[in-house]
T-cell receptor, first 114, second 116 residues
Framework: DTAVSQTPKYLVTQMGNDKSIKCEQN?????MYWYKQDSKKFLKIMFS???????INETVPNRFSPKSPDKAHLNLHINSLELGDSAVYFC?????????????FGQGTRLTVV | AQTVTQSQPEMSVQEAETVTLSCTYD???????LFWYKQPPSRQMILVIR??????QNATENRFSVNFQKAAKSFSLKISDSQLGDTAMYFC?????????????FGTGTRLQVTL
């Protein structure tokens, strides 16, 4: 009974391609996030959405475009993939209200650009 | 801006022993939460323990406990009776309690190896 699930778990693609990662949560949370973990294991937020509305957009290239069709889904589309995009991408969700700030993470998507 | 610092890139502990992982943070805010997350080789991010800044009492979860020193902005994790399954990366994280615009800020992690 997965709480936050992302697909695919692994993605290998060539430079210049366009790819998407999908994320779904069944926790009833209002807020969803995308985090990037680089090769040195450093985790940094990319985006957050609350009830389908973009709340946080850190300095991420325009090639990255999140889309939230409803509050249970937050997908990440990446255009014109570059070698430097290789990383693990985590989707997460939280209730977002004051006092309910734990983030629950998906299992991550390891993206390898060759 | 908030920052989180973990000064121990790697640590090792023998099974059944106790180990403490350090974390310091910097913020000018007063209302926030702190977390320790565990990332085993499976890559899954698992919440270990959480601490509300307004609570003076240190949080505990079974073998895991924290030493929260608000004035010193320190938040260390103590693992008692270490088990082989505790081998993982451990991340300290900070979040402001501001509702929907909150985001987790992570430290750089400490790789913990539990040995026989």
């Amino acid at each position: 009974d997965t709480a936050v699930s992302q697909t695919p778990k692994y993605l290998v693609t060539q430079m210049g391609n366009d790819k998407s990662i999908k994320c779904e949560q069944n926790l009833g949370h209002d807020t969803m996030y995308w985090y990037k973990q680089d090769s040195k294991k450093f985790l940094k937020i990319m985006f957050s959405y609350n009830n389908k509305e973009l709340i946080i957009n850190e300095t991420v290239p325009n090639r990255f475009s999140p889309k939230s069709p409803d509050k249970a889904h937050l997908n990440l589309h990446i255009n014109s993939l570059e070698l430097g995009d290789s990383a693990v991408y985590f989707c997460a969700s939280s209730q977002g209200d004051r006092g309910h700030t734990e983030a629950f993470f998906g299992q991550g998507t390891r993206l390898t650009v060759v | 801006a908030q920052t989180v610092t973990q000064s121990q890139p790697e640590m090792s502990v023998q099974e059944a022993e106790t180990v403490t992982l350090s974390c310091t943070y910097d913020t000018s805010e007063n209302n926030y939460y702190l977390f320790w997350y565990k990332q085993p080789p499976s890559r899954q991010m698992i919440l270990v323990i959480r601490q509300e800044a307004y609570k003076q009492q240190n949080a505990t979860e079974n073998r895991f406990s924290v030493n929260f020193q608000k004035a010193a902005k320190s938040f260390s994790l103590k693992i008692s009776d270490s088990q082989l399954g505790d081998t993982a990366m451990y991340f300290c994280a900070f979040i402001l309690n501001t509702g929907t615009a909150s985001k987790l800020t992570f430290g750089t992690g400490t790789r913990l190896q539990v040995t026989l």
